[in-house]
Nanobody, 118 residues
Framework: QVQFVESGGALVQPGGSLTLSCSASGGFLRVLSAYSMAWYRQTPGNEREMVASITSSGDTNYSDSVKGRFTITRDKPKATVYLQLNNLKSEDSAVYFC?????????WGQGTQVIVSS
């Protein structure tokens, strides 16, 4: 079964930037490139929300809250998805996860925490 490992989270000041990475391992890596992938984030007591997605062909979609500030990319041979976060705001503080964009996704990874604070 495919497993995701997110990394790159950190404490950063408002207005700062980060790059998050999501690496996949395990089974079905060869078919993973055929799926749309997404980054999600979650804060305590709230539902996990999708912030960015990318299709197999590279088409992207963003939530209104991050549009123009976040950029999602993927490296198919490396089975890795990236999320570039720019002009970070305090409300971007959350644990960030990646997964296949589907109604029944594989198990979630541990996520990577982003804290935006001065």
């Amino acid at each position: 079964q495919v497993q995701f490992v997110e990394s790159g989270g950190a404490l950063v000041q408002p207005g700062g930037s980060l790059t998050l990475s999501c690496s996949a391992s395990g089974g079905f890596l060869r078919v993973l490139s055929a799926y749309s992938m997404a980054w999600y984030r979650q804060t305590p007591g709230n539902e996990r929300e999708m912030v960015a997605s990318i299709t197999s062909s590279g088409d992207t979609n963003y939530s209104d809250s991050v549009k123009g500030r976040f950029t999602i990319t993927r490296d198919k041979p490396k089975a890795t998805v990236y999320l570039q976060l720019n002009n970070l705001k305090s409300e971007d503080s959350a644990v960030y996860f990646c997964n296949i964009l589907t109604n029944n996704p594989p198990p979630w990874g541990q996520g990577t925490q982003v804290i935006v604070s001065s």
